[in-house]
C-alpha cells in the first residue's frame, strides 16, 4: 500500500508525484542571518510525533501544499 496525497487541486494522488521538507522553526537567540540560514539547513528536529512540511506536487500542478504529518505512523492530517 502507497500513501496518497490529497492535492486540493489535483484531488488524491500517490505519493511518488510529490516531493516535500519539513518547515523548520529556528530559535530566536540566534540572531546571525548567516547562523540562521545554517540552523535552518542543517539541524532539523527529527520530531516522533505530529510535523509541518511543505510539499510540492512536482508531477501535478506544481504547487506548494503544508500539511502535517504523524511521523510515527506517516498519516497526514
Known amino acids: ?12 494522488r500517490e505519493i511518488d508525484e510529490w516531493v516535500h521538507g519539513e518547515i523548520p522553526v529556528v530559535p ?6 548567516d ?9 532539523h528536529n527529527n520530531v516522533e510525533g505530529v510535523v ?3 510539499w510540492f506536487h512536482l508531477y ?3 504547487r506548494w501544499v ?9 498519516a497526514f492530517q
Open 1 to 12: 500500500m502507497t500513501l496518497r496525497i490529497t492535492c486540493p487541486h489535483c484531488g488524491t
Open 35 to 43: 547562523d540562521r540560514d545554517v540552523d535552518r539547513a542543517y539541524f
Open 66 to 74: 503544508t500539511l502535517e504529518r504523524d511521523t510515527r505512523t506517516d
Open 52 to 54: 509541518r512540511e511543505a
Open 60 to 62: 501535478g500542478c506544481r
Open 28 to 33: 530566536d537567540d540566534i540572531t546571525d542571518a
